[in-house]
C-alpha cells in the first residue's frame, strides 16, 4: 500500500452498478459526480461510466465543471445544478458547462452572455433549488434539459414522492422536446412511471443502497482499509487515548489503526463503530485521534501491519454509516484528501 490508509475503489462495481440502475430504470443513466464523484474521484468514475456509454454528468459547482470538462474533453454534456452564478456565465461557456438554472436572476445572467445549452430545475416540493412550477419561466432558446428533485426518494412509503412525480410531469409538459430528469438512486427504484427521460442517480453507483440500507443488487465500490499500526495490551483500569475516552473495565488488546478523522473516520464512529478485523466486527473504543484510532481486537488473532476495513465489501457502507449516526453520502464524501484513492477492475 502507498499509505497506510488507503481508499480503493474498485471500477468494475461502479460500472456493474450503472448497468443495474439502467436496467431497473428502463432509461438512460446520467451520472451524478459532483463532491468529487461522491469522494471517489470524479474523473476516474467518469472516465469508467463512459466506457460503460455515460454522456452526460451533473456536478455542483462551477469549478467542478471545470475539472471534469480538462479531464475528459469536449465530448460528454456537463451540467452545473448551482446554475448560473452571478459573474459565472463566461467561465460556465469557455468550458462548455451547461447550467441548470434555477432563478429568474441566473436566466437573466446566462442570457446576458449569450445563452446557449442549459437545463432548468423544478422546485416540486423540496424547496432548495429552482422555480416553483407557477414561476417557471416561459420556453426559451438553448433549454434542453428539465430536473427536478425528490426529497423522500428513499422511501417508497412515503406520499410526497407521488405528489412531486405528478408535479414534474405537469411542469415538464410545457417544455417539448426537452430531456426530462427526475430520479436520484432512490426514484429509480420507485418504478417505471418516475423515469421520463433519463434518471441522474449518485449513492447507487458508488455501492450506497436506494432506501439507505444495504441491497443485494448494489455492488460495493469503495473499501475504506488502514493498517494495525501498534498492539498493545491495556491492564485493567488504564485508559486509551484523549481525555480518558475509554477505561478498561479488564485487560484489552487494543489496535491503534492508522485511520483518525483526518482521513475522514468521523468521532461519532465511537461507540458503535465497528470496524471488519481478523475475519470479524470489533469496536472503536475513546476519542477519535486526528491520524489514528483504538480498536478493541481483545481475542482477535491480528498482527502489526494488518489491514482494518471501515467500510467496504465486509462493513457495508450504510450499515458503517448508520452506526455513526450518519448517511452513507456523508460518510463517502468525508474520506480525507490526503488519502489516496486507488483504483482496480
Ligand atoms: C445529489 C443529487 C442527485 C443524486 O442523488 P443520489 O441520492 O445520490 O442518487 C441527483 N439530483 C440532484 C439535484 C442532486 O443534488
Redesign the pocket.
Known sequence: MIAPAVLTVDLEALAANYRLLEQVGGVPVHP?V?ADGYGLGAAACAERLMREGARTF?V?RTHEGERLRAALGGEPAIYV?DGCLAGRATRLREAGLRPVLNTEGQLAEWRAAGGGACGLQIDTGMNRLGFRPEAAPEPFEGLDLV?S?LAC?DDPSEPMNARQRDAFEAAAARYPGTVRSFA???GVFLGSEYGFDAS?????LYGGGPEGRPDARIRPVATFAAEVLQLRDVPAGESVGYSRGFIAGTPRRIATVAAGYADGVLRSYSPEGRVWVGGVLRPIVGRLSMDVCAVDVTGVEVAVGDAVELFGPDRMLDDAAAAAGTVA?ELLTSVGARTPRIYIG
Open positions: 451524478v459532483k451533473f455542483a445544478l430536473l428533485h426518494a436520484n438512486s432512490g441522474r442517480p449518485g449513492i447507487c453520502w
